[in-house]
Protein backbone atom coordinates (compact mmCIF):
# COMPACT_ATOMS: atom_id res chain seq x y z
CA UNK A 1 0.00 0.00 0.00
CA UNK A 2 1.43 3.81 -1.16
CA UNK A 3 2.34 6.26 1.69
CA UNK A 4 -0.91 8.41 0.67
CA UNK A 5 -3.21 5.08 0.62
CA UNK A 6 -2.03 4.82 4.61
CA UNK A 7 -1.73 8.55 5.35
CA UNK A 8 -6.01 8.62 4.30
CA UNK A 9 -6.83 5.20 6.04
CA UNK A 10 -4.90 6.44 9.13
CA UNK A 11 -6.48 10.22 8.80
CA UNK A 12 -10.27 8.29 8.24
CA UNK A 13 -9.71 5.68 10.88
CA UNK A 14 -9.15 8.40 13.43
CA UNK A 15 -12.03 10.53 12.34
CA UNK A 16 -14.28 7.87 12.44
CA UNK A 17 -13.41 7.30 16.09
CA UNK A 18 -13.77 10.69 17.06
CA UNK A 19 -17.32 11.04 15.75
CA UNK A 20 -19.06 8.44 13.41
CA UNK A 21 -22.30 9.47 13.62
CA UNK A 22 -21.82 13.52 14.38
CA UNK A 23 -23.61 15.76 12.63
CA UNK A 24 -22.31 17.99 10.02
CA UNK A 25 -22.64 21.13 10.96
CA UNK A 26 -19.80 24.04 12.27
CA UNK A 27 -18.87 22.07 15.08
CA UNK A 28 -18.50 18.60 13.41
CA UNK A 29 -16.25 20.18 10.88
CA UNK A 30 -14.35 23.32 12.78
CA UNK A 31 -10.68 21.87 13.50
CA UNK A 32 -11.39 19.13 10.81
CA UNK A 33 -9.27 18.26 7.91
CA UNK A 34 -11.23 17.11 4.41
CA UNK A 35 -8.66 14.90 2.10
CA UNK A 36 -9.57 15.57 -1.41
CA UNK A 37 -8.10 12.54 -3.29
CA UNK A 38 -6.88 13.50 -6.86
CA UNK A 39 -6.21 11.42 -9.19
CA UNK A 40 -3.00 12.73 -11.23
CA UNK A 41 0.32 13.96 -10.10
CA UNK A 42 0.86 17.19 -8.65
CA UNK A 43 1.80 20.11 -11.54
CA UNK A 44 -0.64 18.37 -13.98
CA UNK A 45 -3.24 20.69 -15.11
CA UNK A 46 -6.47 18.63 -12.97
CA UNK A 47 -4.27 19.15 -9.93
CA UNK A 48 -3.70 22.38 -10.30
CA UNK A 49 -7.62 23.03 -10.90
CA UNK A 50 -7.99 20.86 -7.77
CA UNK A 51 -5.85 22.59 -5.26
CA UNK A 52 -7.81 25.62 -6.36
CA UNK A 53 -10.82 24.36 -5.59
CA UNK A 54 -9.48 22.55 -2.46
CA UNK A 55 -8.66 26.33 -0.83
CA UNK A 56 -11.72 28.11 -2.10
CA UNK A 57 -13.97 25.03 -0.75
CA UNK A 58 -12.93 25.33 2.60
CA UNK A 59 -14.01 28.86 2.92
CA UNK A 60 -17.56 27.77 1.86
CA UNK A 61 -18.04 25.03 4.48
CA UNK A 62 -19.23 25.52 7.97
CA UNK A 63 -16.48 25.34 10.08
CA UNK A 64 -13.75 26.09 7.41
CA UNK A 65 -11.93 22.77 7.81
CA UNK A 66 -8.69 22.49 5.98
CA UNK A 67 -9.08 20.78 2.49
CA UNK A 68 -5.91 19.18 2.01
CA UNK A 69 -5.15 17.48 -1.80
CA UNK A 70 -3.97 14.25 -2.03
CA UNK A 71 -2.36 13.27 -5.07
CA UNK A 72 -3.60 9.54 -6.07
CA UNK A 73 -2.41 8.94 -10.21
CA UNK A 74 -2.61 5.38 -11.37
CA UNK A 75 -5.10 3.49 -14.08
CA UNK A 76 -5.98 6.89 -16.08
CA UNK A 77 -7.90 7.94 -12.75
CA UNK A 78 -9.77 5.00 -11.90
CA UNK A 79 -6.76 3.88 -9.01
CA UNK A 80 -8.26 7.64 -7.13
CA UNK A 81 -11.74 6.31 -7.66
CA UNK A 82 -11.11 3.12 -6.52
CA UNK A 83 -9.76 3.82 -3.27
CA UNK A 84 -12.18 5.76 -2.36
CA UNK A 85 -14.74 3.58 -3.27
CA UNK A 86 -13.62 0.43 -1.45
CA UNK A 87 -11.94 2.26 1.63
CA UNK A 88 -13.25 6.45 1.95
CA UNK A 89 -14.49 6.67 5.26
CA UNK A 90 -18.61 7.83 4.89
CA UNK A 91 -17.33 10.14 7.59
CA UNK A 92 -17.92 13.42 5.46
CA UNK A 93 -13.92 13.77 5.40
CA UNK A 94 -13.11 12.28 2.20
CA UNK A 95 -13.60 13.70 -1.47
CA UNK A 96 -12.60 12.78 -4.85
CA UNK A 97 -11.78 15.47 -7.63
CA UNK A 98 -11.80 14.65 -11.17
CA UNK A 99 -13.15 12.71 -13.98
CA UNK A 100 -15.11 9.20 -13.63
CA UNK A 101 -14.70 7.34 -16.41
CA UNK A 102 -18.40 6.26 -17.07
CA UNK A 103 -17.54 5.16 -20.55
CA UNK A 104 -15.01 2.20 -18.69
CA UNK A 105 -17.94 1.15 -16.70
CA UNK A 106 -20.57 0.93 -18.89
CA UNK A 107 -17.94 -0.89 -21.39
CA UNK A 108 -17.24 -3.12 -17.81
CA UNK A 109 -13.40 -2.77 -18.81
CA UNK A 110 -11.50 -4.79 -15.94
CA UNK A 111 -9.88 -2.53 -12.86
CA UNK A 112 -12.77 -0.81 -12.45
CA UNK A 113 -14.47 -2.03 -9.16
CA UNK A 114 -16.06 1.39 -8.40
CA UNK A 115 -19.94 1.81 -9.11
CA UNK A 116 -20.15 5.46 -10.28
CA UNK A 117 -23.93 6.06 -9.01
CA UNK A 118 -22.99 4.55 -5.65
CA UNK A 119 -21.06 7.37 -4.98
CA UNK A 120 -22.85 10.54 -3.35
CA UNK A 121 -22.69 13.80 -5.73
CA UNK A 122 -21.21 16.69 -5.00
CA UNK A 123 -21.06 18.73 -7.93
CA UNK A 124 -19.42 19.05 -11.18
CA UNK A 125 -18.18 21.14 -14.48
CA UNK A 126 -15.56 21.17 -16.84
CA UNK A 127 -13.65 23.27 -19.55
CA UNK A 128 -12.88 22.67 -23.03
CA UNK A 129 -10.79 19.97 -24.20
CA UNK A 130 -8.14 19.70 -27.26
CA UNK A 131 -5.52 17.83 -28.89
CA UNK A 132 -1.93 19.19 -28.89
CA UNK A 133 0.23 17.90 -32.09
CA UNK A 134 3.95 19.29 -33.22
CA UNK A 135 3.98 20.05 -36.35
CA UNK A 136 6.92 18.68 -37.71
CA UNK A 137 4.88 15.49 -38.53
CA UNK A 138 6.05 14.41 -41.77
CA UNK A 139 5.18 15.71 -44.27
CA UNK A 140 4.58 18.75 -41.92
CA UNK A 141 1.65 20.45 -40.63
CA UNK A 142 0.28 24.05 -41.18
CA UNK A 143 -3.13 23.91 -40.29
CA UNK A 144 -4.99 21.02 -38.47
CA UNK A 145 -6.76 19.94 -41.50
CA UNK A 146 -3.12 18.75 -42.30
CA UNK A 147 -3.68 15.97 -40.10
CA UNK A 148 -5.22 13.80 -42.28
CA UNK A 149 -2.18 14.24 -44.70
CA UNK A 150 0.36 13.01 -42.01
CA UNK A 151 1.61 9.17 -41.41
CA UNK A 152 1.16 6.96 -38.34
CA UNK A 153 1.94 9.14 -35.13
CA UNK A 154 2.06 8.26 -31.73
CA UNK A 155 -0.20 10.42 -29.52
CA UNK A 156 -0.05 10.07 -25.33
CA UNK A 157 -2.63 9.42 -23.00
CA UNK A 158 -3.39 8.31 -19.59
CA UNK A 159 -6.31 5.92 -20.05
CA UNK A 160 -8.46 4.78 -23.22
CA UNK A 161 -11.50 5.34 -21.35
CA UNK A 162 -10.74 8.25 -19.37
CA UNK A 163 -13.50 11.00 -20.96
CA UNK A 164 -10.49 13.28 -22.18
CA UNK A 165 -8.45 10.23 -24.19
CA UNK A 166 -11.75 9.07 -25.21
CA UNK A 167 -13.07 12.01 -26.54
CA UNK A 168 -9.68 12.75 -28.21
CA UNK A 169 -9.13 9.32 -30.07
CA UNK A 170 -13.35 9.44 -31.09
CA UNK A 171 -12.52 12.43 -32.91
CA UNK A 172 -9.17 11.36 -34.32
CA UNK A 173 -11.07 8.15 -35.77
CA UNK A 174 -13.92 10.03 -36.77
CA UNK A 175 -11.73 12.37 -38.58
CA UNK A 176 -10.17 9.45 -40.49
CA UNK A 177 -6.22 9.98 -38.94
CA UNK A 178 -3.53 7.09 -38.43
CA UNK A 179 -1.95 7.41 -34.91
CA UNK A 180 -0.72 5.07 -31.82
CA UNK A 181 -2.70 5.57 -28.64
CA UNK A 182 0.14 5.53 -25.97
CA UNK A 183 -1.74 4.92 -22.69
CA UNK A 184 0.11 4.61 -19.13
CA UNK A 185 0.99 8.64 -19.05
CA UNK A 186 -0.14 10.42 -15.63
CA UNK A 187 -1.27 13.36 -16.88
CA UNK A 188 -0.22 16.28 -18.56
CA UNK A 189 3.17 16.64 -16.37
CA UNK A 190 4.12 13.76 -17.78
CA UNK A 191 2.55 14.15 -21.50
CA UNK A 192 4.43 17.79 -21.73
CA UNK A 193 7.80 16.31 -21.63
CA UNK A 194 7.36 13.40 -24.10
CA UNK A 195 6.00 15.81 -26.49
CA UNK A 196 8.85 18.42 -26.12
CA UNK A 197 11.10 15.07 -26.74
CA UNK A 198 9.37 14.11 -29.73
CA UNK A 199 9.19 10.88 -27.89
CA UNK A 200 5.07 11.43 -28.53
CA UNK A 201 4.42 13.83 -31.31
CA UNK A 202 0.97 14.83 -29.70
CA UNK A 203 -1.00 14.61 -26.47
CA UNK A 204 -4.67 14.65 -25.62
CA UNK A 205 -5.13 17.75 -22.93
CA UNK A 206 -7.58 19.79 -21.42
CA UNK A 207 -7.75 23.74 -21.83
CA UNK A 208 -5.31 24.19 -18.41
CA UNK A 209 -2.75 21.80 -20.16
CA UNK A 210 -3.25 23.87 -23.09
CA UNK A 211 -2.44 27.08 -21.49
CA UNK A 212 -0.02 26.35 -19.17
CA UNK A 213 2.65 23.78 -21.20
CA UNK A 214 1.89 25.02 -24.34
CA UNK A 215 0.50 28.03 -25.74
CA UNK A 216 3.34 29.81 -25.26
CA UNK A 217 6.08 27.81 -26.15
CA UNK A 218 5.70 25.62 -28.58
CA UNK A 219 2.73 26.95 -30.45
CA UNK A 220 3.69 30.58 -30.25
CA UNK A 221 7.13 29.20 -31.93
CA UNK A 222 5.10 27.36 -34.73
CA UNK A 223 6.46 23.88 -33.29
CA UNK A 224 3.02 22.65 -32.19
CA UNK A 225 -0.89 23.52 -32.64
CA UNK A 226 -4.13 22.99 -30.98
CA UNK A 227 -5.54 20.89 -33.36
CA UNK A 228 -9.57 21.58 -32.27
CA UNK A 229 -11.85 21.97 -29.36
CA UNK A 230 -14.07 19.64 -28.78
CA UNK A 231 -17.81 20.09 -29.79
CA UNK A 232 -20.48 21.07 -28.05
CA UNK A 233 -23.88 19.79 -28.97
CA UNK A 234 -27.54 21.55 -28.44
CA UNK A 235 -30.63 19.36 -27.12
CA UNK A 236 -31.24 18.43 -30.84
CA UNK A 237 -27.99 16.87 -30.92
CA UNK A 238 -26.71 19.48 -33.28
CA UNK A 239 -22.76 20.52 -33.12
CA UNK A 240 -22.67 23.78 -31.22
CA UNK A 241 -19.16 26.50 -30.95
CA UNK A 242 -18.60 28.11 -27.97
CA UNK A 243 -17.89 31.89 -28.12
CA UNK A 244 -15.44 31.18 -25.16
CA UNK A 245 -12.63 29.51 -27.50
CA UNK A 246 -11.11 31.95 -30.31
CA UNK A 247 -7.78 30.61 -30.57
CA UNK A 248 -8.99 27.06 -32.48
CA UNK A 249 -11.56 26.20 -34.87
CA UNK A 250 -14.28 23.13 -33.09
CA UNK A 251 -13.66 19.48 -34.24
CA UNK A 252 -16.65 19.68 -36.31
CA UNK A 253 -15.60 23.06 -38.05
CA UNK A 254 -12.26 21.46 -38.97
CA UNK A 255 -13.77 17.81 -39.75
CA UNK A 256 -16.37 19.78 -42.87
CA UNK A 257 -13.23 21.81 -43.57
CA UNK A 258 -11.46 18.28 -44.38
CA UNK A 259 -14.83 16.79 -45.51
CA UNK A 260 -17.14 18.83 -46.82
CA UNK A 261 -19.78 18.21 -44.33
CA UNK A 262 -20.43 16.96 -41.09
CA UNK A 263 -19.92 13.40 -39.65
CA UNK A 264 -21.97 10.49 -39.01
CA UNK A 265 -21.95 6.72 -37.92
CA UNK A 266 -21.62 5.02 -34.40
CA UNK A 267 -18.25 6.54 -33.67
CA UNK A 268 -19.78 10.27 -34.09
CA UNK A 269 -23.20 9.33 -32.18
CA UNK A 270 -20.71 8.06 -29.31
CA UNK A 271 -18.90 11.33 -29.65
CA UNK A 272 -21.90 12.86 -28.72
CA UNK A 273 -23.56 10.78 -26.43
CA UNK A 274 -20.15 11.49 -24.32
CA UNK A 275 -19.96 15.40 -25.18
CA UNK A 276 -23.52 16.34 -24.29
CA UNK A 277 -23.86 13.65 -20.66
CA UNK A 278 -20.34 12.83 -19.23
CA UNK A 279 -17.75 15.65 -20.87
CA UNK A 280 -19.99 18.65 -19.05
CA UNK A 281 -18.63 16.66 -15.48
CA UNK A 282 -14.90 16.37 -16.50
CA UNK A 283 -14.15 17.64 -12.80
CA UNK A 284 -16.73 15.75 -10.45
CA UNK A 285 -16.85 15.88 -6.58
CA UNK A 286 -17.74 12.60 -4.93
CA UNK A 287 -18.49 11.73 -1.67
CA UNK A 288 -17.87 8.00 -0.55
CA UNK A 289 -20.75 5.93 -0.43
CA UNK A 290 -23.23 6.25 2.18
CA UNK A 291 -21.72 9.35 3.44
CA UNK A 292 -23.85 11.30 6.63
CA UNK A 293 -26.75 12.77 4.47
CA UNK A 294 -25.61 15.96 6.61
CA UNK A 295 -22.25 15.66 5.38
CA UNK A 296 -23.34 15.13 1.74
CA UNK A 297 -26.14 18.34 1.76
CA UNK A 298 -23.49 20.37 3.88
CA UNK A 299 -20.88 19.62 1.28
CA UNK A 300 -23.27 20.57 -1.89
CA UNK A 301 -24.32 23.57 -0.62
CA UNK A 302 -20.86 24.65 -0.33
CA UNK A 303 -19.46 23.60 -3.87
CA UNK A 304 -22.45 25.81 -5.36
CA UNK A 305 -21.61 28.50 -3.17
CA UNK A 306 -17.93 28.29 -4.32
CA UNK A 307 -18.68 28.37 -7.91
CA UNK A 308 -20.25 31.83 -7.14
CA UNK A 309 -17.37 33.28 -5.65
CA UNK A 310 -15.68 35.95 -7.48
CA UNK A 311 -12.35 35.27 -5.76
CA UNK A 312 -12.63 31.41 -6.94
CA UNK A 313 -13.85 32.49 -10.52
CA UNK A 314 -10.77 35.09 -10.50
CA UNK A 315 -8.32 32.22 -9.72
CA UNK A 316 -10.07 29.52 -11.40
CA UNK A 317 -9.61 31.44 -14.33
CA UNK A 318 -6.45 32.40 -14.22
CA UNK A 319 -5.15 29.13 -13.94
CA UNK A 320 -7.77 27.14 -16.65
CA UNK A 321 -7.36 29.92 -19.23
CA UNK A 322 -11.29 30.17 -19.55
CA UNK A 323 -14.09 30.08 -16.69
CA UNK A 324 -15.39 26.58 -16.46
CA UNK A 325 -19.12 25.73 -16.73
CA UNK A 326 -20.37 24.17 -13.72
CA UNK A 327 -23.53 21.50 -13.89
CA UNK A 328 -26.64 22.09 -11.62
CA UNK A 329 -27.08 19.40 -8.90
CA UNK A 330 -30.27 17.89 -10.55
CA UNK A 331 -28.62 17.41 -13.60
CA UNK A 332 -25.47 15.58 -12.40
CA UNK A 333 -27.61 13.77 -10.29
CA UNK A 334 -29.66 12.41 -13.38
CA UNK A 335 -26.49 11.79 -15.28
CA UNK A 336 -25.58 9.57 -12.69
CA UNK A 337 -28.53 7.96 -12.53
CA UNK A 338 -29.21 7.00 -16.71
CA UNK A 339 -25.65 7.32 -17.50
CA UNK A 340 -25.53 3.27 -18.69
CA UNK A 341 -28.87 3.88 -21.01
CA UNK A 342 -26.76 3.68 -24.33
CA UNK A 343 -27.61 1.94 -27.52
CA UNK A 344 -25.74 -1.05 -27.99
CA UNK A 345 -24.33 0.37 -30.85
CA UNK A 346 -22.66 3.31 -28.42
CA UNK A 347 -21.61 0.63 -26.19
CA UNK A 348 -19.93 -1.36 -29.37
CA UNK A 349 -17.70 1.72 -29.52
CA UNK A 350 -16.91 2.43 -26.39
CA UNK A 351 -15.89 -1.60 -25.77
CA UNK A 352 -14.48 -0.97 -28.95
CA UNK A 353 -12.34 2.25 -28.08
CA UNK A 354 -11.70 0.67 -24.64
CA UNK A 355 -8.95 -0.97 -26.18
CA UNK A 356 -7.64 1.22 -27.57
CA UNK A 357 -3.64 0.93 -26.70
CA UNK A 358 -3.48 -2.70 -27.39
CA UNK A 359 -3.42 -3.31 -31.24
CA UNK A 360 -0.93 -2.78 -33.61
CA UNK A 361 -1.36 -0.08 -35.77
CA UNK A 362 -0.94 -0.94 -39.73
CA UNK A 363 1.27 1.39 -41.36
Known sequence: MSTIARTLLAAAAGAALISAAAPADAQFYKGKTINMVIPVPGGSGLDLNARIVARYLSKHIPGN??????????????????????????????????PWNAAGVIAKLPGIRFVPEKFEFIGAGS????????????????????????????????????????????????????????????????????????????????????????????????????????????????PMNNPVVKDFASFHDVYKQVHGKLPSGPKWEAYKWLRSNVSPMTRTVFMPPGTQKEAVEVMRTA?????KDPGFLEAITQISGVEPTYVPVGQGLKVIKTYRDVSPEILAVFEEMGKKGQEKVKK
Open 65 to 98: PEVVARNMPGAGGVKALNFVYDKGAPDGLTIVYG
Open 127 to 238: TPQTTIMRTDVPPGMKTAADIVKVGVFNIAGRSADRELDLAGNLALDIMGVKYRYVPGFRGMAKINPAVRQNEMQAGHSGYTGYVKFFKDSLIKDGKATALWYHSYFDADGK
Open 303 to 307: YAKMT
